[in-house]
């Protein structure tokens, strides 16, 4: 620990191969929570051949597994705040490895079984909520300026783990799926999450949570002389060491948490029909073989991997803001163009990778910008609670999707009803939260640095 005087206790600063270290550890935990999540989309076809379910079958399956997935998923917020950034990192990951593994277990357990297995894919979904909480605040409370200046775009590249995860998914689908089956192919899935849960162990904890952590403490054992000039040195108040799930709710958190939960929620309708089930929509929508799918979501997600890069550099220089709008709200022009345009195999690729583009790449900001938009001591909280509400909207998705079709409706009304226009509408309501700031963190490594606060 740095020491501004005998009296004041500062927070170490954070070293640069910290930083790297933590940036890639969270894109790794990241790609591979969205490769189990991916996988069971994915495999979701021969799963359910092999359980006798049809299409409305599964997609009622889906719709449990994701209301189980958003509680089990809100559990990462307070792990967060009260026992620290990487904890919640290895927390989150773990329960990503661990879902893989007993999804292997899908064909001799009852379907309420596997409900209950799958709903802990929620804590790997929330993990991208930790890694916006985390890096937004290791990256803020670097010295370096090229790296204050670039965090939203080298932010991308660890929310890139979702292209990257689901390259990993359909490749291991075409490889290994006629030698192992789909049970094989998740308890492969689980190796790397498990490791990677380990290895947070050696993440640098974020200086911003070493200080509540030593505010909690000198008000723990009744220094409050002490705390106060903490509180005073590092720009805190004194109540930043408590923090409720109702905190996210009040004051000014409750714009943020109203405008960015409900565009999350909207936004995963086309993430959960386009994404998710991207092989069953494009089968039954353009008569596109399983396998020709698997190719075509491998090359959508290559073409998402540079809408990562693309959106978190432009994030950067534009406000975070207005590129999640925009980059949404085309996406769902796209993604009607795709649904109703010819099936033609090529045309099919196009439009399917340009919509992706614009319906995957905007979350390189989208984490980060939450990160960014709460105060240190709900952080955690705030950010869990908006990636793990975003299910809510493939719950609904799935469900709507389901009556549909067993109403006799088709994929093709469906996709476009509960894709393509709530992918619109998540632009649209991004556009309702306040502008992104260029530093996340009220606490600093320098001494005297002054509290950051939101921009309105």
Same mark, same amino acid.
């Given at each position: /620990?740095?020491?501004?005087?005998?009296? !004041?206790?500062?927070?170490?600063?954070?070293?640069?191969?910290?930083?790297?270290?933590?940036?890639?550890?969270?894109?790794?935990?990241?790609?591979?929570?969205?490769?189990?999540?991916?996988?069971?989309?994915?495999?979701?076809?021969?799963? #359910?051949?092999?359980?006798?379910?049809?299409?409305?079958?599964?997609?009622?399956?889906?719709?449990?597994?994701?209301?189980?997935?958003?509680?089990?998923?809100?559990?990462?917020?307070?792990?967060?705040?009260?026992?620290?950034?990487?904890?919640?990192?290895?927390? !989150?990951?773990?329960?990503? #490895?661990?879902?893989?593994?007993?999804?292997?277990?899908?064909?001799?357990?009852?379907?309420?079984?596997?409900?209950?297995?799958?709903?802990?894919?929620?804590?790997?979904?929330?993990?991208?909520?930790?890694?916006?909480?985390?890096?937004?605040?290791?990256?803020?409370?670097?010295?370096?300026?090229?790296?204050?200046?670039?965090?939203?775009?080298?932010?991308?590249?660890?929310?890139?783990?979702?292209?990257?995860?689901?390259?990993?998914?359909?490749?291991?689908?075409?490889? /290994?799926?006629?030698?192992?089956?789909?049970? #094989?192919?998740?308890?492969?899935?689980?190796?790397?999450?498990?490791?990677?849960?380990?290895?947070?162990?050696?993440?640098?904890?974020? *200086?911003?949570?070493?200080?509540?952590?030593?505010?909690?403490?000198?008000?723990?054992?009744?220094?409050?002389?002490?705390?106060?000039?903490?509180?005073?040195?590092?720009?805190?108040?004194?109540?930043?060491?408590?923090?409720?799930?109702?905190?996210?709710?009040?004051?000014?958190?409750?714009?943020?948490?109203?405008?960015?939960?409900?565009?999350?929620?909207?936004?995963?309708?086309?993430?959960?029909?386009?994404?998710?089930?991207? !092989?069953?929509?494009?089968?039954?929508?353009?008569?596109?073989?399983?396998?020709?799918?698997?190719?075509?979501?491998? /090359?959508?997600?290559?073409?998402?991997?540079?809408?990562?890069?693309?959106?978190?550099?432009?994030?950067?220089?534009?406000?975070?803001?207005?590129?999640?709008?925009?980059?949404?709200?085309?996406?769902?022009?796209?993604?009607?163009? /795709?649904?109703?345009?010819?099936?033609?195999?090529?045309?099919?690729?196009?439009?399917?990778?340009?919509?992706?583009?614009?319906?995957?790449?905007?979350?390189?900001?989208?984490?980060?910008?939450?990160?960014?938009?709460?105060? !240190?001591?709900?952080? #955690?909280?705030?950010?869990?609670?908006?990636?793990?509400?975003?299910?809510?909207?493939?719950?609904?998705?799935?469900?709507?999707?389901?009556?549909?079709?067993?109403?006799?409706?088709?994929?093709?009304?469906?996709?476009?009803?509960?894709?393509?226009?709530?992918?619109?509408?998540?632009?649209?309501?991004?556009?309702?939260?306040?502008?992104?700031?260029?530093?996340?963190?009220?606490?600093?490594?320098?001494?005297?640095? *002054?509290?950051?606060? *939101?921009?309105?």
């Amino acid at each position: /620990m740095s020491i501004r005087n005998e009296n !004041t206790w500062r927070p170490r600063p954070v070293t640069k191969r910290q930083i790297k270290f933590a940036t890639v550890l969270a894109f790794l935990a990241w790609a591979f929570a969205v490769y189990d999540f991916i996988l069971f989309g994915t495999l979701l076809p021969e799963i #359910g051949k092999d359980q006798g379910l049809d299409s409305a079958e599964q997609a009622t399956l889906v719709t449990w597994m994701s209301i189980g997935a958003v509680v089990l998923g809100l559990l990462a917020g307070p792990v967060v705040d009260r026992f620290g950034r990487k904890a919640g990192l290895g927390f !989150t990951t773990a329960g990503a #490895g661990v879902a893989s593994a007993l999804t292997a277990l899908a064909g001799v357990v009852p379907v309420w079984g596997l409900v209950a297995i799958r709903s802990l894919s929620g804590l790997g979904l929330s993990e991208q909520g930790v890694n916006g909480a985390y890096l937004s605040e290791l990256y803020g409370a670097s010295d370096d300026p090229r790296i204050k200046k670039r965090q939203g775009f080298i932010y991308s590249l660890v929310q890139g783990g979702w292209p990257i995860g689901a390259i990993l998914a359909a490749a291991l689908t075409a490889i /290994m799926l006629p030698v192992a089956g789909w049970a #094989g192919c998740f308890l492969i899935a689980a190796v790397p999450s498990l490791i990677v849960a380990l290895l947070a162990r050696k993440l640098r904890e974020s *200086p911003q949570f070493e200080s509540v952590q030593k505010l909690r403490q000198l008000q723990s054992r009744g220094a409050q002389r002490e705390a106060e000039e903490l509180c005073a040195s590092l720009g805190m108040d004194q109540h930043e060491s408590r923090s409720s799930l109702a905190d996210i709710f009040r004051g000014r958190g409750l714009r943020t948490t109203l405008a960015l939960g409900l565009g999350h929620i909207l936004n995963y309708f086309p993430v959960q029909v386009f994404s998710v089930l991207g !092989t069953t929509v494009l089968v039954n929508v353009h008569q596109v073989s399983f396998s020709n799918s698997l190719v075509i979501l491998l /090359m959508s997600n290559i073409i998402a991997y540079l809408g990562y890069l693309t959106h978190g550099f432009l994030g950067d220089r534009f406000g975070r803001r207005n590129v999640i709008a925009f980059g949404w709200i085309t996406g769902g022009i796209v993604f009607t163009a /795709m649904i109703y345009g010819p099936s033609n195999f090529w045309t099919v690729v196009a439009l399917y990778s340009v919509g992706t583009f614009f319906l995957i790449g905007p979350y390189s900001c989208v984490l980060f910008f939450v990160g960014e938009s709460y105060e !240190t001591r709900i952080r #955690g909280r705030g950010a869990a609670f908006v990636a793990a509400v975003g299910p809510v909207g493939g719950i609904l998705s799935s469900a709507l999707a389901a009556t549909l079709l067993a109403d006799n409706g088709t994929w093709t009304t469906a996709a476009f009803l509960f894709g393509a226009i709530p992918c619109m509408l998540s632009g649209v309501a991004v556009l309702f939260s306040r502008k992104s700031q260029h530093a996340a963190d009220p606490v600093h490594t320098q001494a005297g640095a *002054p509290r950051v606060e *939101p921009a309105t």
